[in-house]
């Protein structure tokens, strides 16, 4: 070991090792920082012995830093964005024991500096932190606590901490300098600036060229000013995008004659254009209390749809009526998003409390230009129709938890209230005029306790579920449309190590609700031959979940299996006995059935080359309706994902991703062919990773999806062409970090519904 006069003239280094095994004081540390030579420190245990567990993974660090990659590893490491630690060597010998511990070591929650004032507080209570200081002098010790703090002295040039835990492990900070670190003596104060601190920007512009419908183009630029426990900040999106849609269908019904329409709707093109903003307040008072609030505001001033579409009808493969339509849609929307949110910790509690509002309203004017090219009916119309949709809601969650009998309990409860206003009309008569509205209270309560038993983890969870859902047609409360509903959901997952392999068992329920838009009564007009409508009296699915992972080294595997009751599906059904050319696409609930899934995943890393190779299969066990009676469809789906990510000299990162599926049943569809597709990413980043540009191409061999759906006497086959597009990604960014901003939002599910 170097003598104190050694350490007080080496230089010329920027890291040194700490922690060797003799003394977790560094007092040599000490001398080289009271001499003025500021440098930070790491920990490791060399490696010399890796089949003995007493002399590997004994010592670590913590890096704080954007990815795993070299550069940004190396920058974190410069700039001391990291702490160090001293770990134990659990289970003495046992392996499972250690592996398991060592993923749920104790750790740093919270540090920083806020003027002369140093701070740091950890995830569990430590026997001591101590704060060294010149000339390896203890400034400040703290017994039995999670947390503490020191105000420099006068007469400190540096300080550092050092917790010291029950069961031995030892965290280890760098130090807070009072001295210019770029010289050799003490000169004057200087307190490291806490990366993000100040100003900061990240500005990403992204132009995209698909096959058929040209340029898309959007620019997104994050604000962000911080200063000690305050942030504000904001983002600004503005785009311009062009789209579309290649799908042709084919839809059989099977009556006392057979029909058979073919629509082509291979030319479907749509321009759009949106601004959204969003304003993020947020302070941090110490490192147990922080609120914050967030308003966005996103407006779609024109949503233009235009398609050409060729329809031919027959009956009994003769000629009915041809058909060609030009149908011209503009759907503006505007909404406006809002969360409030405080988390705090007061004594053992942890208190988690979120408050959202959301109002949006959107409005879609279609207008379908009919002509009758040859056929039966020979009368050439026009068909508008007016769709408005108001949205409201209201919602609030409150989440405790405080430790229990040495594992961790949760509760909580949330309260949601939605309102939505929709008014259908049709100026000529041919559908009827829809005015509906739809008010729903959902109240939830929820507990959840995770402890700890030796090498078993386990974590069990109750939810209870409330929902009032009122109808009202044209104002009047409509009761038959009405419902309440309450459901109960237990979840429970074990997990725990068999040598060397990780597992985890559960079991959960879970429901899904219909959309809003699923439960409406009003029928909508898609085109000559199809309407659409819902149906008000779908009951929510509910599924029950058992589930087996397992993972070892780099690879792992999940086997999930379901019980499905009530699931919700497509149907196509004639719209009226009189004209069974008009068909009515609806959804209904389906019978029970089971569902398998299956993947294993690789993801070795080998030299510069990272691939992962997923395998995946889906078994289900359903019956439905066919022109011909009732059909098993039962036909798994396979599918292997091969990605491939390579590190290439000068900093190039190259992805190229491809995907098999094949053919095989979901639900009532039914996939018709295999398909094949790929992707590919090219980045590199310049100027200290500050740019980086990104070259992507998706859908490169242009695949084409062909799907039958079996609606009792009806079948619909759609094929839709996914067509090749490229896209250029710039990105600039500086003194950019993570968001402090603590915010879950509440109302979740209700908002997905809407």
């Known amino acids: 070991f170097l003598s104190k006069r050694d350490m007080e003239r080496l230089e010329g280094y920027e890291l040194m090792e700490l922690d060797s095994g003799k003394s977790t004081e560094n007092e040599y540390w000490d001398w080289a920082l009271s001499a003025g030579h500021y440098s930070f420190a790491l920990a490791n ?59 749920c070591v104790p750790y740093i929650t919270n540090i920083g500096v806020q003027d002369s004032t140093i701070y740091i507080a950890l995830s569990q209570k430590a026997d001591s932190i101590i704060v060294w200081g010149q000339d390896h002098r203890v400034c400040h010790k703290a017994v039995a606590t999670d947390s503490t703090s020191y105000t420099f002295a006068t007469d ?278 829809d005015n509906a509205m739809i008010k729903e209270g959902a109240t939830s309560a929820f507990v959840e306790y995770a402890k700890a038993f030796n090498k078993l983890q386990m974590q069990a969870g109750l939810r209870y579920e409330h929902v009032g859902f009122d109808y009202y047609d044209a104002g009047k409360f409509v009761d038959e449309q009405s419902k309440d509903y309450s459901n109960l959901f237990p979840s429970i997952t074990f997990s725990f190590p068999i040598k060397d392999v990780q ?89 029970a059935y089971d569902n398998l899934v299956a993947v294993f995943n690789i993801n070795p890393t080998i030299g510069f080359w990272t691939p992962q190779l997923s395998l995946a299969i889906q078994k289900q066990w359903y019956e439905g309706e066919t022109p011909w009676g009732k059909a098993k469809f039962n036909k798994p789906i396979g599918s292997v994902t091969f990605r491939n990510n390579f590190k290439l000299p000068k900093g190039f990162l190259l992805d190229v991703n491809g995907s098999y599926t094949t053919k095989g049943y979901q639900k009532n569809i039914y996939l018709a062919d295999d398909m094949i597709d790929m992707n590919a990413s090219l980045s590199k980043s310049f100027l200290k990773d500050k740019l980086t540009l990104q070259l992507q191409a998706y859908n490169i061999l242009n695949p084409k999806q062909v799907a039958t759906v079996y609606s009792g006497i009806r079948v619909l086959q759609n094929t839709q062409v996914m067509h090749r597009q490229v896209s250029l990604t710039v990105r600039y960014k500086f003194n950019t970090t993570r968001s402090k901003y603590k915010g879950t939002g509440a109302g979740e599910s209700q908002k997905n519904r809407m």
């Not at 004594?347 to 279609?366: H, R, V, Y």
């Not at 699923?518 to 979940?545: A, C, E, K, W």
């Open 45 to 103: 245990d060399d490696l010399h012995f890796p089949d003995r567990s007493s002399a590997i993974a004994i010592r670590c660090n913590f890096l704080d830093c954007p990815s795993a990659k070299y550069s940004d590893i190396l920058a974190a490491l410069r700039d001391g964005c990291y702490y160090s630690m001293r770990v134990p060597n659990y289970g003495n010998g046992d392996w499972s024991v250690k592996y398991a511990r060592n993923k």
């Open 503 to 591: 597992v985890q068992l559960g079991y959960a329920s879970d429901i899904n609700r219909p959309s809003y838009h699923q439960l409406r009564s009003s029928t909508f007009y898609v085109n000559r031959y199809m309407y659409d409508r819902g149906n008000p009296f779908l009951m929510p699915s509910i599924t029950h979940n058992v589930t087996l992972a397992g993972s070892y080294k780099w690879m792992n595997m999940y086997v999930g299996y379901s019980h499905v009751k009530d699931d919700i599906t497509n149907q196509t059904i004639a719209y009226s006995d009189d004209d069974p050319t008009i068909g009515l696409l609806t959804l209904q609930n389906t019978q």
């Open 156 to 433: 400190d040039t540096y300080a550092r901490f050092t917790a010291y835990l029950p069961e031995g492990e030892v965290i280890y900070t760098n130090p807070f300098a009072r001295y210019d670190a770029s010289v050799k003596a003490v000169i004057r104060i200087l307190t490291k600036k806490v990366a993000g601190e100040g100003f900061g920007l990240d500005n990403r512009v992204l132009a995209r060229h698909r096959d058929e419908y040209g340029w898309s183009a959007y620019d997104q630029l994050n604000l962000n000013y911080r200063k000690n426990g305050f942030d504000l900040s904001a983002m600004v999106l503005a785009g311009d995008y062009r789209n579309g849609n290649d799908q042709t269908f084919v839809i059989d019904t099977h009556l006392d004659k057979q029909w058979r329409q073919n629509l082509d709707l291979t030319d479907q093109k749509s321009e759009s254009k949106n601004i959204e903003t969003t304003l993020t307040l947020n302070y941090q008072f110490d490192e147990n209390h922080s609120i914050g609030a967030r308003y966005n505001y996103e407006r779609v001033p024109e949503y233009l749809w235009i398609a050409n579409q060729f329809a031919q009808t027959y009956c009994e493969e003769l000629l009915y009526e041809d058909l060609h339509s030009v149908i011209t849609m503009n759907e503006p929307e505007t909404h406006h998003r809002s969360n409030f949110y405080y988390n705090g910790r007061v004594k053992k509690w942890s208190i988690d409390f979120n408050a959202d509002g959301l109002w949006s309203e959107t409005k879609n004017t279609q207008v379908a230009q009919e002509d009758v090219m040859e056929g039966v009916n020979e009368e050439d119309r026009s068909v508008t129709t007016i769709d408005t949709k108001r949205n409201e809601l209201y919602a609030a969650k409150l989440v405790l938890s405080h430790p229990l009998a040495k594992g961790n309990l949760s509760f909580g409860a949330e309260y949601s209230h939605n309102k939505r206003n929709t008014t259908y009309l049709n100026p000529e008569g041919i559908i009827a005029d």
